[in-house]
């Protein structure tokens, strides 16, 4: 538990929900070292327990990794071989976390990030987006979050030598999390 509280505009306690719907992780990557590759993920499941102090908050999320969309129907099929994720023997990928804190002006959320079955210590920068009630009743919160990390480290090492220099695949990944949730009630 932390000792500093902190207060944010329209935060509730409570145990928020993942709205699937309007929520979306997304991934990018170097390709021949002179573009960018981006794909998609679904998110499966996410809670997000936040007591009345927001620095002590704890997200769980989970992600089907057969959710994988690059909008190439390949691409996808290489990246979910055992080249990459290998997504018959590791079917999801999780996030628990283990901390949040707050470093000048942002919001980090530390927690351990699980990839082809190797879990890595990971730091979200996130972006409150607001909170709100829909015209249905539900309370309402979006946020942005991103973090970087090394596929290598996670054991996603495929890759090819170009004759030009450099490699087909970049090691660096960004990620971002586009979610909203619902307040349960």
Known sequence: MTTENIEIAG????????DPAHSEVTFSVR????????????????TIVAPENPLDARVDATVEVASLDTGDANRNAHLMSADFFDAEKYPTITFASTGVR???????VDGDLTI??????????VDFGGFGSDPYGNYKAGASATTVIDR???????????????????????????????LAV
């Open 31 to 46: 390709h021949m070292m002179i573009s960018k590759v981006r794909g998609t993920f679904g998110v499966k499941s996410a």
């Open 11 to 18: 935060y509730r306690a409570g145990t928020w929900t993942l």
């Open 152 to 182: 290598e480290d996670f054991g996603l090492t495929w890759n090819a030598a170009l004759e030009t220099g450099g490699v087909l695949v970049g090691k660096d990944v960004t990620i971002t999390l586009d979610l909203q949730g619902s």
């Open 102 to 108: 707050l470093e000048g002006d942002d919001f980090l």
């Open 116 to 125: 082809h079955g190797v879990t890595k210590s990971v730091t979200f920068t």
